[in-house]
């Protein structure tokens, strides 16, 4: 298995667009999460997944922010409108049962000017 | 919800010396407790966990300690080496959570040759 992908790797848009990003996690792992990493937060947890399903969305920032996993193999997470304060890298993770090692993607760097 | 604090958030030790990287967390339930490295622009990578029915877990030159009573885990690399700069996140979480990990501030590790 390839491990986690995500992508673009880099984003660069204006404040006020939509922004995507994608991630596939590696095959038979039934747990997904979204990661943010900033200098000020670390690395906060946005949103996990269980069989697509998600469970938890409670460190999701605002209600422009969205997630969605519509089947094993995809999950997005989107942003609309972007605001500058929400540059950041955006890790994707997945692990196979809860309490086990989660494999990050490579992240997406996204800057909003 | 779980708290992790991670101390210290710099450490600078000399090419051989050993280094010791200490977390407390919060929630009594918390059971399992990974740590992972994430050296500059690449992703988080686990390099060893610790649960909670055993007290101490040694892989080579890195090892972890559990105190459950006092919740507090620590990790120690000895013999440290130049390619052990990277900064060190522990983290926290309970199974009937999903494994929905908490994760400490991080702690920037530079070895200096």
């Known amino acids: 298995d390839a491990g986690v992908i995500q992508s673009p790797r880099h984003e660069v848009t204006e404040m006020g667009q939509e922004v995507t990003l994608r991630c596939k996690p590696i095959s038979g792992h039934d747990y997904l999460f979204w990661y943010r990493q900033t200098m000020m937060r670390g690395l906060e947890l946005l949103i996990y997944?269980?069989?697509?399903?998600?469970?938890?969305d409670s460190g999701m920032p605002e209600d422009r922010f969205s997630a969605k996993m519509p089947n094993a193999s995809f999950s997005t997470l989107k942003i609309q409108p972007s605001e500058p304060r929400d540059s950041a890298v955006y890790f994707c993770?997945?692990?196979?049962?809860?309490?086990?090692?989660?494999?990050f993607g490579q992240g997406t760097r996204l800057t909003v000017v | 919800g779980e708290n992790v604090e991670q101390h210290p958030s710099t450490l600078s030790v000399q090419e051989g010396d050993s280094a010791v990287i200490k977390c407390t967390y919060s929630d009594s339930a918390s059971n399992y407790f990974p740590w992972y490295k994430q050296e500059l622009g690449k992703r988080p990578q686990l390099i060893i966990d610790i649960r909670s029915n055993v007290g101490e877990k040694k892989d080579q030159r890195i090892a972890v300690t559990l105190n459950k009573t006092a919740k507090h885990f620590s990790l120690h690399i000895t013999e440290t080496q130049p390619e052990d700069s990277a900064v060190y996140f522990c983290a926290a979480s309970f199974y009937t959570n999903a494994g929905k990990s908490t994760f400490g501030d991080g702690t920037t590790l530079t070895v200096k040759p």
């Open positions: 997944f269980n069989n697509n399903v998600p469970i938890d």
């Open positions: 993770a997945s692990s196979y049962r809860p309490n086990t090692e989660a494999f």
